[in-house]
């Protein structure tokens, strides 16, 4: 349920960041930057709290082990220090 949930959040956001709205939109926020670039700044990050979520509750456990014990540098490194 969890990855549907965070699934539907990208698709979500994938959806919003199709913004029509506020192409011919002047407004400034803050005085200085223009409507469109704050919206598009906070859908950033709002995907890279998206993102960390997905890491936190749908990663795989053990993908991280399985990943070092392939890599041959490791396991030399890791012989070395044994002996």
Not at 18 to 40: A, C, E, I, K, R
Not at 67 to 82: C, G, I, L, R
Request: glycine share 4%.
């Amino acid at each position: 349920m969890r990855s549907f949930c965070i699934w539907f959040l990208v698709a979500g956001l994938l959806v919003l960041h199709q913004d029509n709205w506020f192409w011919t939109d002047s407004t400034l926020v803050f005085g200085f930057m223009p409507v469109g670039l704050l919206y598009h700044a906070v859908i950033s990050f709002a995907a890279a709290c998206l993102w960390f979520a997905a890491i936190l509750l749908i990663w795989p456990s053990g993908v991280d082990q399985a990943a070092s014990s392939d890599d041959p540098s490791q396991n030399k490194n890791q012989e070395a220090a044994e002996t």
